[in-house]
Nanobody, 125 residues
Framework: QLQLVESGGGLVQPGGSLRLSCAAS????????IGWFRQAPGKEREGILC????????NYADSVKGRFTISRDNAKNTVYLQMNSLKSEDTAVYYC??????????????????WGKGTLVTVSS
């Protein structure tokens, strides 16, 4: 069965860094566009970054541009989200999602066909 599993979340201080992992099973991740999303308490789920099968990446949110980076390790069938200069407002449950996507931009959350269960990131001193 096709599954995505996030890991790497936890407690980090403001200004710190964290790397999240999204491991795929049941399918070859490199053939899909993978997006990272997050949902803070009381807020809608929002897109962060996506990486396409071609390797190109785009951002959903300007608030993380320059601080977060998405990458892929095809040998490990895993996509990563490197988060630097973390702020308290980055606190959220972070999800990865996958979809077949031919566009040059990131697919919206309604387009994503497969989702992980999320990993919690808490940024606090």
């Amino acid at each position: 069965q096709l599954q995505l599993v996030e890991s790497g979340g936890g407690l980090v201080q403001p200004g710190g860094s964290l790397r999240l992992s999204c491991a795929a099973s049941g399918f070859t991740l490199e053939h899909y566009t993978i997006g990272w999303f997050r949902q803070a308490p009381g807020k809608e789920r929002e897109g962060i970054l996506c990486i396409r099968s071609s390797g190109g990446s785009n951002n959903y949110a300007d608030s993380v541009k320059g601080r977060f980076t998405i990458s892929r390790d095809n040998a490990k069938n895993t996509v990563y989200l490197q988060m630097n200069s973390l702020k308290s407002e980055d606190t959220a449950v972070y999800y990865c999602a996958a979809s077949i996507w031919a566009g040059r931009t990131c697919p919206g959350r309604d387009i994503m066909a497969y989702w992980g269960k999320g990993t919690l990131v808490t940024v606090s001193s």
